[in-house]
């Protein structure tokens, strides 16, 4: 799989991390910034790693800031995204195999770095459903198309 990831200055630490463990499991990942500790704004980042899913450059995203929460969100404003923000894997893995989530979300101030593992691992490797749940993402998309 092919992963674009991107963080905030508070972020940045815990990034490097999980692009080792990405590159670990056998995945490719491409950082997107930013590339220093200096302050900056988590919706530069959410935007660009957003942009990137839904254009089909990368299959999914990995979005770090200090609660997640703000980064998903502006993903979520790009066309085409389903940002998750997750603090346990178990919704990381439901999210993924009832809601097609193409972004995984997480902040660095919620958890540390082996729950980080575990969340990716189990998005990863979670596969969507369809059938049913197949049906409400559309509903999703037709949300976002018409309103």
């Known amino acids: 799989m092919k992963l674009a990831i991107g963080s905030d200055h508070v972020g940045i ?6 692009i ?7 995945h490719t990942v491409e950082d997107f910034g930013p590339f220093s ?12 790693v ?21 980064i998903s969100i502006s ?3 790009v066309k085409g995204i389903r940002a ?10 439901l999210s993924k195999e009832h809601n097609n989530t193409n972004i995984l979300a997480f902040g660095s101030r919620v958890i540390g770095s082996e729950l980080a593992k575990m969340i990716v691992k189990e998005w990863l490797d ?8 197949g049906t409400r993402v559309e509903m999703i998309s037709d949300i976002e198309t018409n309103c």
């Open 13 to 18: 630490e815990l990034k490097p991390i999980i």
């Open 20 to 26: 080792d463990y990405i590159q670990e499991l056998g």
């Open 37 to 48: 500790s200096d302050r900056t704004d988590y919706p530069k980042y959410g935007k660009k």
């Open 50 to 70: 957003a942009e990137e899913v839904a254009s089909g450059n990368f299959d999914a995203g990995i979005l770090i800031c200090g609660t997640g929460v703000g």
């Open 75 to 77: 993903a979520n404003k």
């Open 84 to 93: 998750v923000v997750c603090s346990e894997p178990y919704s990381a893995k």
């Open 126 to 133: 979670a596969t969507f459903e369809g059938g049913r749940h």
